[in-house]
């Protein structure tokens, strides 16, 4: 079945604490991406990926890395996570920047 | 600045009826104006991708329109059903890969 995982669905981390949500996609797409989703703000790009080792920032990088060392996987890491990225987080990979996206089924994050 | 801007935030309307949600940006470079649908809690999943040369695209009761020169997009949902209730996104991509997202219009069908 064509997807995109995220693991994990759901995380509680403590501030400074590093951690990694993973993203995987099945369907040989170049382009993936990481949102997230505040109430009020709605999604907000943070990196996005044209294809292998090609990473460019979003709209809210500030706080995030990723990498993209192989064509299926883009993880999103965040070295010293602070309450305000408690969020809901969403991975999407497709063909190219213009076509259709699949989107994961998301990771809700808390840092307290 | 890169913005989209959609209207109304939200609407209620009865099953069977159409409604039309709008959609301005100024996003630039300009490449492609996207329509998702949203349920609560899940992942979006889209409705109609459009390049700037294109005025219009459907997806089944879902009919999207652009115009390039006002930098304005509209979906129109004809014969709503109770399972169109979610948020409704749109999206303008740029042409270097970004997207910048709308906040999105809630749309509730009532029976």
């Known amino acids: 079945e064509a997807q995109v995982t995220q693991n994990p669905r759901y995380l509680i981390t403590v501030t400074g604490k590093k951690l990694t949500v993973t993203c995987s996609q099945n369907m040989n797409h170049e382009y993936m991406s990481w949102y997230r989703q505040d109430p009020g703000l709605g999604l907000r790009q943070i990196y996005y990926s044209m294809n292998v080792e090609v990473t460019d920032k979003g709209d809210v990088p500030e706080g995030y890395k990723v990498s993209r060392k192989e064509k299926r996987n883009f993880p999103l890491i965040l070295e010293s996570p602070s309450p305000n990225q408690t969020s809901l987080y969403f991975c999407?990979?497709?063909?190219?920047?213009?076509?259709?996206?699949?989107f994961g089924q998301g990771t809700r994050l808390t840092v307290v | 600045k890169n913005q989209v801007e959609q209207s109304p935030q939200s609407l209620i309307i009865l099953e069977g009826k159409n409604c039309t949600l709008q959609?301005?940006?100024?996003?630039?470079?300009?490449?492609?104006l996207r329509w998702y649908k949203q349920d609560t809690g899940r992942g979006p999943v889209s409705l109609t991708i459009?390049?700037?040369?294109?005025n219009t695209k459907s997806n089944g009761r879902y009919t999207a329109t652009l115009d390039a020169d006002t930098k304005q997009s509209s979906l129109h949902i004809t014969a709503s059903q109770l399972s169109d209730s979610a948020s409704y996104i749109c999206v303008a991509g740029g042409s270097q890969g970004n997207l910048i997202f709308g906040k999105g219009t809630k749309l509730s069908v009532k029976p």
């Open positions: 459009m390049t700037f040369s294109e």
């Open positions: 999407a990979s497709s063909f190219g920047a213009i076509a259709e996206a699949f």
């Open positions: 959609c301005n940006y100024t996003v630039s470079p300009f490449s492609n």
